[in-house]
């Protein structure tokens, strides 16, 4: 395989990956920071304004004109608090069959809430889909690896028996008495 013929299928994957950077942020929005980089610096940031980015995950819980979603990054998940119409507009969240949208949030990190019962949370004020969801396909459903399982081990026990079986045919000494026997001479 050639350079030459590669480098349209280059082209491409760099046309998709532009396409799923994310819209240029205000300058004064902080970089997304990891969620336990939140956690670990709780005291630092709390009240402060923070980023995070990740999938949105669960199903969001609308409260009022407020709703929880949890946003879930390589590190950690965090409850964000987000306007309920926002959430709304989230098309998929993260499941056993869907990766949900990614979301890059701005807003005032909480340490311990009191808004909200003490929890740590992101009241959000800014929220974007940076790349959207999709189905899973999961192809071999979870029953059928356990009827697989099942096989496999009445085939185990198949062999074991077999082998059993073979033992039992096997060449045996030959009773007293007979020639070859350790006792005839
Ligand atoms: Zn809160």
Request: aromatic share 4%.
């Amino acid at each position: 395989m050639s350079r030459v013929a590669l480098a349209p299928g280059m082209a491409a994957a760099a046309l998709l990956l532009a396409a799923l950077v994310p819209a240029p942020a205000f300058a004064e929005d902080p970089p997304p920071s990891a969620v336990t980089d939140l956690v670990e610096r709780a005291a630092e940031l709390d009240g402060r304004r923070v980023a995070l980015e990740g999938e949105a995950i669960g199903s969001p819980m609308i409260r009022d004109s407020g709703a929880w979603v949890n946003i879930a990054d390589r590190s950690g998940a965090l409850g964000v608090w987000m306007g309920a119409e926002t959430a709304r507009g989230i098309a998929r969240f993260g499941s056993y069959g869907a990766v949900g949208d990614t979301l890059r949030v701005t807003g005032v990190f909480h340490r311990a809430c009191a808004e909200h019962g003490g929890d740590m949370d992101v009241h959000a004020d800014g929220t974007i889909v940076t790349a959207p969801g999709r189905p899973v396909a999961h192809p071999v459903p979870a029953g059928r690896v356990v009827a697989a399982l099942a096989l496999a081990l009445v085939a185990a026990g198949a062999v074991a028996a077999l082998a059993a079986f073979g033992q039992d045919r096997g060449p045996r000494t030959p009773p007293p008495g007979y020639p070859g026997s350790a006792k005839s001479s």
